[in-house]
Nanobody, 122 residues
Framework: QVQLVESGGGLVQAGGSLRLSCAASGRTFSSYAMGWFRQAPGKEREFRAAISASGGSTYYADSVKGRCTISRDNAKNTVYLQMNSLKPEDTAVYYC???????????????WGQGTQVTVSS
């Protein structure tokens, strides 16, 4: 399995932007599809975006289309989530995940990071 470490979270005002990063260990990163999810207190983990192993295909939750961009750099073993026009309801812990194919469900990914907190103030 691949080990994942997220970074880039923090406190931002509504309307602001953040870029989350997820660094992966191991030499097989380029064979994994990657995804980003979030989880707010008392709520289920929610799909945000996914990207194929090559980076050629991307997928987004309807609620983030136009506001978020997922990308990856296989040479750096890193996947990113650029988030713009942030809203207070985007406040959550954001997790990256690795799996065999891109998926919009939690069960589609076998490896998870510890998460990074994103807080959006109004």
């Amino acid at each position: 399995q691949v080990q994942l470490v997220e970074s880039g979270g923090g406190l931002v005002q509504a309307g602001g932007s953040l870029r989350l990063s997820c660094a992966a260990s191991g030499r097989t990163f380029s064979s994994y599809a990657m995804g980003w999810f979030r989880q707010a207190p008392g709520k289920e983990r929610e799909f945000r975006a996914a990207i194929s192993a090559s980076g050629g295909s991307t997928y987004y939750a309807d609620s983030v289309k136009g506001r978020c961009t997922i990308s990856r750099d296989n040479a750096k073993n890193t996947v990113y989530l650029q988030m713009n026009s942030l809203k207070p309801e985007d406040t959550a812990v954001y997790y990256c995940a690795a799996g065999r194919i891109p998926s919009a469900v939690v069960a589609g990914f076998g490896s998870w990071g510890q998460g990074t907190q994103v807080t959006v103030s109004s």
